[in-house]
């Protein structure tokens, strides 16, 4: 079936360092939406990307979406305490579909 | 605060019994979905309700069922409760349809237990 596949699952930096999950569709998605969900929390979208190519930053996140639309990184630039959480990215498959369909998620921790 | 509400917070059952979990969307949207969060599954998408009417399916199964009713808060009920059903269910709302530029607003979530 149609998966969006996503690594790592777990990721551990430093303060300071940077972090990267990158997100991998086995169909071509019709666009591509990153969340953020805190311990204890509930997925909050970060933002969605819809072209070829894209490139859209949030302050030190920075978005990109794969030329083909099958891959997805978020970069986050000096990891801070606050980054902390699980990242899942999510995809519709064609421009009429409705169903997200959502990666495992990676889940961020930060030590100080 | 995502103005998308759920009831109950946390459901405690035992198995074979039917639960029925609530959700009412953000004001104006007309599309709830319903998604299973487990530990080895991740974010599982079950279905979607668009103005009252079954937009779309995903790896729901055939003991649960959901419905949208006028006002379009959603119900979604659990029937024959197995210790695998134990899992946070969130509820997402969006203005529209769904699909691109539509924006999904999650609830907080209500947590079962099967025992």
């Known amino acids: 079936g149609q998966q969006v596949m996503q690594i790592p699952q777990y990721q551990h930096v430093q303060e300071g360092e940077d972090f990267t999950t990158y997100c991998n569709s086995s169909t071509t998605l019709s666009n591509i939406q990153w969340y953020k969900q805190r311990p204890g929390g509930h997925p909050v979208f970060l933002i969605q990307?819809?072209?070829?190519?894209e490139v859209k930053k949030q302050k030190r996140l920075t978005f990109q979406f794969g030329e083909a639309k099958k891959n997805s990184s978020l970069h986050i630039t000096a990891t801070q305490t606050t980054d902390v959480g699980t990242y899942f990215c999510a995809g519709t498959i064609n421009q009429a579909g409705t169903a997200l369909i959502f990666g495992k998620g990676t889940t961020l921790s930060v030590s100080s | 605060d995502s103005g998308v509400t759920q009831t109950p917070k946390h459901l405690i059952t035992a198995t074979g019994q039917r639960v029925t979990l609530r959700c009412s969307p953000r004001?104006?949207?007309?599309?709830v979905y319903w998604y299973q969060q487990s530990l080895d599954q991740g974010l599982q998408f079950l279905i979607q309700y668009y103005n009252g009417e079954e937009r779309a399916k995903g790896n729901i199964l055939e003991r649960f069922s959901a419905q949208q009713f006028p006002d379009l808060h959603s119900e979604l009920n659990l029937s024959s409760l197995e210790l695998g059903d134990s899992a946070l269910y969130f509820c997402a709302s969006s203005k529209q349809i769904g699909g691109m530029a539509d924006t999904q607003y999650f609830g907080p979530g209500t947590r079962l237990t099967v025992l």
């Open positions: 990307l819809v072209k070829s190519g």
């Open positions: 004001s104006g949207d007309l599309s």
